[in-house]
């Protein structure tokens, strides 16, 4: 066997076909940041990642699981075996851009495929690697959407990478019930009937501060955080009709489910005390927490180590965010390493944070991402007892959680 036919050979290979794409990679990822493209429309990023993975030689299908910009790109290997999914993410925010770099975890993503299938045309060994892109991650729970569709269920084992301020192989993130609460009063002319109003606003803001008190009594992990969808139409109505929209988010989806009734609470006696009617909906998509997978998280910090770009402590200065791959590890073994695109210390979801994820420090991201990717899909093939490990470890029947 030659030195390139062994499997660090082979991933040696595909990092080296990492670099020569560099700078095509970053100039995907920028083409994504400048173009920030909502939940559900990313039209033009869904084009550009495809036709990328198309050029250097993967199968794309487009659209996939009943969603328009979704995608998916297999890498066909020498017979039928496993399939092990790479996730690309390339929705941006409202308002804020690419503030969570999903721009730098499409070109990540895209990259680790592309690099695969121009280094290695077909993979040594049996079974596929895919490609997948995820469509709205920032509100619209694609990757549930997905696994609804039945995209993930050949899928035996799934990784993405995300920026971060910092590389960390494992954070936990928090699962996410989100929340709508309607108060329904009485609109009156706000001078000279204001007594025959029922002020559907107050009651919005009564059930702010009853969580705001509520607080006090959760877990240091828990988050209630909301923002008033509706506040009435002008300040001459008491308004007849307001609204909010909560996310109550905890470590464990019982203590999502705790935080609803305990919301439920609340809504409940701010109408009560305004004298309003109210109805309280969840989103029947509940997000849930990512579960850890030590057995692959373990070979993609080795690669990390392999490639020189090291993991960092976490300097616990932040807590958690959710994210719509936790269903997806809840389904099957998966891992969501952060790679360090920032300094220390910016936070995601700020305008500070977008910058970065067109910096120099992003590329470096990308281009340790997608051969890290690359690398750790290509380990759970050539060695059937390292996917088989993962899987043991997942449905409990060994292995370190
Ligand atoms: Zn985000
Ligand atoms: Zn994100």
């Not at 076909?17 to 920030?36: C, F, G, N």
């Not at 084009?47 to 198309?54: G, I, K, N, P």
């Not at 969501?336 to 067109?358: K, M, Q, T």
Request: charged share 20%.
């Amino acid at each position: 066997m030659s030195a390139a036919a062994t499997p660090e050979g082979v991933k040696l290979a595909v990092a080296a076909a990492v670099d020569r794409l560099a700078d095509e990679l970053e100039q995907l990822s920028h083409r994504i940041h400048d173009t920030p493209e909502l939940c559900f429309k990313e039209a033009q990023a869904h084009a550009w990642l495809t036709e990328l993975l198309e050029k250097h030689g993967a199968r794309v299908e487009r659209g996939v699981g009943g969603l328009p910009t979704a995608f998916r790109a297999t890498i066909a290997g020498a017979g039928a075996g496993p399939t092990v999914a790479i996730l690309a993410e390339y929705d941006a925010l409202p308002g804020i851009g690419h503030a969570c770099g999903h721009n730098v975890i499409a070109a990540a993503g895209a990259g680790a495929g592309a690099a695969l299938a121009r280094a290695l045309g077909a993979l040594p060994y049996a079974g596929r690697i895919q490609v997948i892109g995820t469509p709205a991650e920032e509100g619209g729970a694609g990757k549930v959407r997905l696994m609804e569709a039945g995209v993930f269920r050949d899928v035996d084992a799934a990784m993405m990478i995300h920026g971060r301020c910092g590389t960390q192989v494992w954070r936990p993130s928090l699962g996410i019930i989100k929340v709508k609460a309607e108060f329904f009063g009485q609109a009156a002319h706000a001078s000279s009937w204001p007594w025959r109003g029922v002020n559907a606003l107050n009651a919005v803001i009564q059930l702010f501060l009853a969580l705001d008190m509520l607080r006090q009594q959760l877990r240091p992990d828990s988050r209630v955080h909301g923002i008033i969808s509706n506040g009435g139409a002008q300040p001459n109505i008491i308004p007849e009709y307001a609204s909010a929209e909560f996310y109550l988010r905890a470590l464990t989806t019982e203590e999502c489910r705790e935080l609803l009734r305990r919301f439920q609470a609340c809504a409940e006696g701010s109408a009560r005390a305004t004298g309003c009617r109210v109805t309280v909906t969840p989103d029947p998509i509940v997000h849930e927490p990512l579960r850890p997978n030590a057995t692959i998280a373990a070979l993609f910090a080795r690669n990390l180590e392999l490639i020189d770009f090291p993991e960092d402590p976490d300097d616990g200065q932040a807590g958690y965010g959710s994210t719509d791959c936790g269903n997806v590890s809840q389904a099957l073994p998966t891992i969501h390493p952060y790679i360090r695109i920032s300094p220390d210390g910016v936070p995601a979801h700020s305008r500070e944070f977008a910058e970065w994820a067109r910096s120099p420090m992003a590329r470096a991201g990308i281009r340790a991402g997608a051969k890290a990717l690359a690398m750790t899909a290509l380990d759970l093939l050539a060695a059937p007892d390292a996917l088989r490990e993962a899987k043991e470890e997942f449905s409990g029947k060994g292995g370190a959680r």
